[in-house]
């Protein structure tokens, strides 16, 4: 029996760095991965390697239509929704006096509109079979400032919060959902171009992205069957400084 054995499991921005490697460790615990993202290509040779039952949804987590229809084709294929781990995100590095409202608006919806909406319609999916787990990918630069980065730290603060308010409403309802959050610092994926171990100035070594689906596998599993509201800081010590 693996960890995730037979729970369907949504990742989204599964094609890439922390989203890829999630999905891999799910497969491998015995989930069944649907792997959803704006980079069909990627995603699909993905799928292609994890097999079947593993399958694509081309899904832009910033259109609230496409959640409804993704999560609807995921609940009649597999029959529910057991996880969902909204981690697709965008990087922006500019700082708060030259960030342009277009800018700002462009990392809000991915960073934090896409959350929101997949917390709204996972939320009434898993309710509807008794519960689930939701993780939501934040970062270390939610806790504290981040002067090039302001939309960006701003936006994982939302989901910081997001994530609190969703799991207290699920207990509230005894609806069995539970949501939760990870941190991670640099982490070696294509969003930032660093290498795992790389040595960054007063930070440490960058970590691998392995290290931040470990701490999403075990949210997402029923080993944290009482983990709820919780954040899950990924950074080596950075922000226990
Ligand atoms: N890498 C880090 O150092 C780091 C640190 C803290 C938090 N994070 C967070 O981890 C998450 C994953 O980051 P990563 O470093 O693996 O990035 P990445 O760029 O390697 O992967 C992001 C994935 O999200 C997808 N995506 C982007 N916009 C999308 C949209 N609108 N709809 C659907 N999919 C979309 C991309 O196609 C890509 O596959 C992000 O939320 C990021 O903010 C990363």
Redesign the pocket.
Known sequence: MGRMQDKVCLV????????LATTKAFAREGGIVVL????EA?GREVVGGLGEPASFLA????DEAAWETGIAQVVARYGRLDVLVN?????SGTDVVSTTMEEWRRVMA??AD?PFLGCKHAVAAMAEVGGGSIVN?????SYSGAPPLVAYAAS?AVVRSLTQTTAVYCMDQRNGVRCNSVH????A????G?QSGQELPGLGAAGA?EDVANGILYLASDEARHVNGTALVIDNAITAR
């Open positions: 989204t921005g599964g094609a890439s760095g922390i989203g959803a993202d704006l980079d990627a899904l832009d987590v910033t981690n697709a995100g965008i990087l991915v960073n896409g990918v934040a970062s270390m630069a994982k991670p610092g640099p982490i994926t294509p969003m930032t660093l992205p």
